[in-house]
């Protein structure tokens, strides 16, 4: 066997053991814990008070924004990283290119920050502006 | 060579594992002394069989699935935060000759790895359909995506200086000089960077206990909670082994102690600031988390891999 296929070959040992370990501590806590039944047993815990509605809530679509900007920012590690390993033979032109590709991602970053993508609560200035306008001072 | 390769696997597992037992009494003990407090001190010399006891206890409680949860989604949640860490550990070269698969990938492999570690908190928290645990997952994902995209970047440094992915030939690369003195930008954003996707003080704010009860894990009981918490300890033990890897030198030290010794010296130094941080720094407020990562450390990230480009092609020429 090839020593690439080796270290391939371990891997495959050491993922397998790995998730049988773990299986088998879950299991044996199966097997092993206690079981009991009360009247509150099967309520979620909320800090005692009684839950009221499904916990499928709708959440601040901040969340689904930041998730957005992960997907352009980590597409765009995938060509840094092949650009980093490969400096050395790619020389000046590789550099150049990369240094366009990073002009168009700063931008990006420039834009995203000044819309306010990345504040994430309202600033308190911002409101005490708000303030002082209303009340005309 | 199969059966030295089998018994560096074993030897791997069993001591990283351990290791990260170990670290749920010395933690308790060294937040105990910065605090002028005993802690656990009852069970064995110095209580150092604390953890025994405490395994013990959480394997005959009672294994707990909610009726009103995900169930099969519930019970795969907690084997994923643990198989992911655990996972990593096996690209890593602790000594010469001791790393249980040498993958030419490896860097990639890790991150690929820490990657699927938000699955994990995002997957348990849904199916545990409690309220609390729903807005720690939703966090806990959202710091880790953020906290993940400059991770890769910021040891992208490393790779141009190293010119390999190959964790070996990373600490071979450092035979003159240590990364964290021309990387040093890399290893402080990777240091910060590590810190939030290990989910340690000050950046556990998907289980902030004053206000989410125990986040994305409330609802597990039992070795499943086990596994969160063996989780969050492999994690500290694994960044603090890629830090000193990526920017120590690894296990290259003076010569009149063995490799391995110089790699658990290093690790343990960077595993007590872990500690030493959760027993000294505050919780920032969670805008300010996310408004850090984007505006100041991506930004840093890019810099650096820029400059050091540069700087590698201009000593070329």
Known sequence: MSDYNLSLFYLLIYSTTVVILVAGMIILSYLLGGRHREPATGEPYESGILSTGSARLRFSAQFYVIAMFFVIFDLETVFLVSWAISV?????????????????????????????????????????????????? | MTVMGLVVIAGVLAAVISCAAFLVWFERRLLAFFQERYGPNRVGPFGVFQVV????????????VPPFSDRAVFVIA??????????????ISFAPGICAADLDVGLL????????????????????????????????????????VFMGISLMGVVIMADSFNLKKIVEAQEHLWFCVPQFLGFAIFFIAGVAEARRIPFDLPEAESELVAGYHSEFSSM??????????LGVTLISSLIVVFFFGGWLGPAFLPPIAWFLIKTFFFIIVFILMRGSLPRPRYDQLMGYGWKVLLPLALLNLFVTGAVVLVWQN
């Not at chain 1, 150049?96 to 931008?107: G, Y």
């Not at chain 2, 405490?54 to 409680?61: E, G, M, S």
């Not at chain 2, 907690?78 to 096996?90: E, G, R, Y």
């Open chain 2, 78 to 91: 907690p084997v994923f935060v643990v198989a992911s860490v655990l996972m990593s550990f096996a690209v």
């Open chain 2, 224 to 233: 499943k909670f086990g596994m969160f918490f063996l989780g969050e300890y």
């Open chain 2, 53 to 64: 006891a405490d395994i013990i206890k959480l394997f005959f409680k009672e294994d707990w």
């Open chain 2, 109 to 148: 492999f890790f991150l690929a790895m820490s990657s699927l570690g938000v699955y994990s908190i995002v997957l348990g928290g849904w199916a545990s359909n409690n309220k609390y645990s729903l807005l720690g997952a939703l966090r806990g994902a959202a710091q880790m995506i953020t906290y993940e």
């Open chain 1, 88 to 137: 050395r033979e790619t020389g000046w032109g590789g550099f150049a290119v990369i240094l366009v590709f990073l002009a168009f991602l700063l931008s990006v970053l420039v834009y995203e920050w000044r819309i306010g993508a990345f504040d994430y609560a309202v600033s308190g200035r911002e409101i005490l502006k708000s303030i002082r306008k209303a009340k005309g001072i």
